[in-house]
């Protein structure tokens, strides 16, 4: 490959931006949000901004492990080196296990989401239809899958965009009656379920945040990294955080914020009183969309990951086959059974299963960027001894870890303060103490990796470049469709 071929392959930093927020926006939004408001009240707005300076110090913390030490691996790698392999093995496997409870997260939200039309048809069956659809389509191509995405990448910034220009005209202007304006969060108190509610709100939070792996995982292909990566995190930060912050202000702003559950979007909800044409439809559907394209892309990386277990030897060699396409088809198929198991939940707990899937989800994210946190703080001065001309991008060193990882560590345990997350809590704890359990049990098996992490390393490598290909192929479609949408048409 020419010098110019490998430079027009790599990500730009739009490129990268892209991918990053296209990861981040999911259900943990266009859903959670309406949960969170009801647990904490006008403060939800605290938390939300709250956990976009965490997600900005845990991106940098990855971003810095990433420069300083380029693996073609993800956090696992980073973990197994500063921990052990006991520890990359349950990171990794905890990893596997928080994808499935997101797939059935966004599974959940998307039956939430198509129930506005057909109520009649329960939501076990709806999670099935996706679940079998998304399957087929994984099984596929991954240059197919890569298309899929990169149409609905941007779907998910429209919607909040759209929201947000349409929640001012609402808010402020009389447009379709009285504009409420600062009413409905100035006659209320900010910590309106007191300061319980509000912890209790931060792990659901935390999860509308969770999914920035990527960054780590795509460092590699970007150009000029040591320039680009330190954009990519903060126009990641901010630009995730303010969508977050000010679609959820004017949430607050349209209705009470006793109006708002997790039985519909609060997105769609919010709109449904000015009774405009097809707006609450239009918004539902690309909402819709935008959930299936998350756990579309969590079906993937998730059954890639079993892939690279198995590779590994950390997983049964069953799991290590793939197709003449580079699809893991046996790792996929195992791991998507779960979302039947998840189908059969629902249908005994329709009001809770998003509560608990979410939960128990968020509480998992929560040990893997704890991890970061800590890896980075450990690893952090040998890595530099090595690369003597590296500037530094992430701030306060070694302080904002341990304020950063104190605070995660609050959010795990917040958990616990709402009685209706005590299930997720528990759930949470029981897969982490069984996959401890399970590594401590098989660990003589694994004795011809305990040499380490540059096994690790290695046996990481094609699993993470045939995820980077369609991810990089999903960000450069992504810009090149926007560039084309930008770019005056010529007139005659």
Same mark, same amino acid.
């Given at each position: 490959?020419?010098?110019?071929?490998?430079?027009?392959?790599?990500?730009?930093?739009?490129?990268?931006?892209?991918?990053?927020?296209?990861?981040?926006? =999911?259900?943990?939004?266009?859903? =959670?949000?309406?949960?969170?408001?009801?647990?904490?009240?006008?403060?939800?707005?605290?938390?939300?901004?709250?956990?976009?300076?965490?997600?900005?110090?845990?991106?940098?913390?990855?971003?810095?492990?990433?420069?300083?030490?380029?693996?073609?691996?993800?956090?696992?790698?980073?973990?197994?080196?500063?921990?052990?392999?006991?520890?990359?093995?349950?990171?990794?496997?905890?990893?596997?296990?928080?994808?499935?409870?997101?797939?059935?997260?966004?599974?959940?939200?998307?039956?939430?989401?198509?129930?506005?039309?057909?109520?009649?048809?329960?939501?076990?069956?709806?999670?099935?239809?996706?679940?079998?659809?998304?399957?087929?389509?994984?099984?596929?191509?991954?240059? =197919?899958?890569? #298309?899929?995405?990169?149409?609905?990448?941007?779907?998910?910034?429209?919607?909040?965009?759209?929201?947000?220009?349409?929640?001012?005209?609402?808010?402020?202007?009389?447009?379709?009656?009285?504009?409420?304006?600062?009413?409905?969060?100035?006659?209320?108190?900010?910590?309106?379920?007191?300061?319980?509610?509000?912890?209790?709100?931060?792990?659901?939070?935390?999860?509308?945040?969770?999914?920035?792996?990527?960054?780590?995982?795509?460092?590699?292909?970007?150009?000029?990294?040591?320039?680009?990566?330190?954009?990519?995190?903060?126009?990641?930060?901010?630009?995730?955080?303010?969508?977050?912050?000010?679609?959820?202000?004017?949430?607050?702003?349209?209705?009470?914020?006793?109006?708002?559950?997790?039985?519909?979007?609060?997105?769609?909800?919010?709109?449904?009183?000015?009774?405009?044409?097809?707006?609450?439809?239009?918004?539902?559907?690309?909402?819709?969309?935008?959930?299936?394209?998350?756990?579309?892309?969590?079906?993937?990386?998730?059954?890639?990951?079993?892939?690279?277990?198995?590779?590994? #030897?950390?997983?049964?060699?069953?799991?290590?086959?793939?197709?003449? #396409?580079?699809?893991?088809?046996?790792?996929?198929?195992?791991?998507?059974?779960?979302?039947?198991?998840?189908?059969?939940?629902?249908?005994?707990?329709?009001?809770?299963?998003?509560?608990?899937?979410?939960g128990a989800s968020g509480l998992l994210s929560l040990v893997n960027v704890?991890?970061?946190?800590?890896?980075?703080?450990?690893?952090?001065?040998?890595?530099?001894?090595?690369?003597?001309?590296?500037?530094?991008?992430?701030?306060?060193?070694?302080?904002?870890?341990?304020?950063?990882?104190?605070?995660?560590?609050?959010?795990?345990?917040?958990?616990?303060?709402?009685?209706?997350?005590?299930?997720?809590?528990?759930?949470?704890? =029981?897969?982490?103490?069984?996959?401890?359990?399970?590594?401590?049990?098989?660990?003589?098996?694994?004795?011809?990796?305990?040499?380490?992490? #540059?096994?690790?390393?290695?046996?990481?490598?094609?699993?993470?470049?045939?995820?980077?290909?369609?991810?990089?192929?999903?960000?450069?479609?992504?810009?090149?469709?926007?560039?084309?949408?930008?770019?005056?048409?010529?007139?005659?």
């Amino acid at each position: 490959m020419t010098s110019v071929q490998n430079k027009s392959s790599k990500m730009s930093a739009f490129s990268l931006t892209m991918l990053a927020i296209g990861s981040i926006i =999911g259900a943990g939004m266009f859903l =959670g949000v309406g949960l969170t408001i009801k647990l904490s009240g006008p403060s939800i707005i605290l938390a939300y901004a709250l956990m976009g300076i965490l997600m900005y110090f845990n991106l940098s913390f990855l971003a810095e492990l990433s420069l300083l030490d380029p693996e073609k691996g993800s956090f696992q790698t980073y973990a197994a080196k500063a921990f052990g392999p006991g520890v990359g093995f349950v990171i990794g496997w905890l990893y596997w296990i928080s994808g499935i409870l997101v797939m059935s997260s966004e599974a959940t939200a998307a039956a939430i989401f198509s129930a506005l039309w057909l109520p009649g048809i329960p939501l076990w069956a709806f999670m099935l239809i996706y679940s079998v659809v998304l399957t087929v389509v994984n099984l596929a191509d991954p240059r =197919g899958f890569g #298309k899929l995405e990169s149409g609905l990448a941007i779907i998910k910034v429209i919607a909040l965009i759209g929201f947000i220009l349409l929640g001012i005209g609402l808010a402020f202007f009389p447009l379709f009656g009285t504009a409420p304006g600062w009413h409905n969060i100035s006659n209320t108190p900010f910590f309106a379920q007191g300061l319980s509610g509000f912890a209790g709100s931060l792990l659901l939070v935390f999860y509308a945040y969770s999914g920035t792996s990527v960054v780590g995982l795509a460092i590699s292909e970007s150009s000029d990294p040591e320039k680009t990566v330190p954009k990519v995190v903060l126009s990641t930060s901010g630009i995730v955080t303010s969508f977050y912050v000010i679609s959820v202000l004017f949430l607050l702003l349209l209705h009470p914020w006793t109006t708002y559950n997790a039985s519909t979007s609060p997105y769609v909800s919010a709109l449904l009183p000015y009774k405009i044409p097809i707006v609450q439809s239009l918004m539902n559907f690309v909402i819709l969309t935008a959930t299936l394209s998350a756990m579309s892309a969590s079906m993937y990386g998730t059954s890639r990951m079993l892939n690279a277990l198995a590779q590994q #030897k950390e997983a049964p060699n069953f799991f290590n086959k793939v197709t003449p #396409k580079a699809v893991p088809r046996r790792a996929l198929l195992f791991t998507n059974t779960f979302l039947v198991a998840i189908a059969f939940l629902s249908y005994i707990i329709p009001n809770k299963i998003y509560l608990l899937v979410t939960g128990a989800s968020g509480l998992l994210s929560l040990v893997n960027v704890l991890t970061i946190s800590l890896a980075h703080w450990r690893l952090r001065p040998k890595l530099l001894e090595k690369r003597h001309g590296h500037k530094t991008h992430v701030l306060g060193y070694p302080t904002s870890n341990f304020i950063v990882t104190a605070i995660f560590v609050g959010v795990f345990f917040s958990a616990f303060a709402i009685p209706d997350q005590r299930a997720s809590f528990f759930l949470g704890l =029981g897969l982490i103490a069984v996959t401890a359990g399970v590594y401590f049990l098989v660990r003589h098996k694994l004795g011809a990796k305990s040499e380490g992490p #540059k096994n690790m390393a290695e046996h990481h490598t094609p699993t993470s470049e045939n995820s980077l290909h369609t991810l990089k192929h999903l960000a450069q479609e992504t810009e090149k469709r926007i560039s084309e949408g930008l770019r005056p048409k010529n007139r005659s």
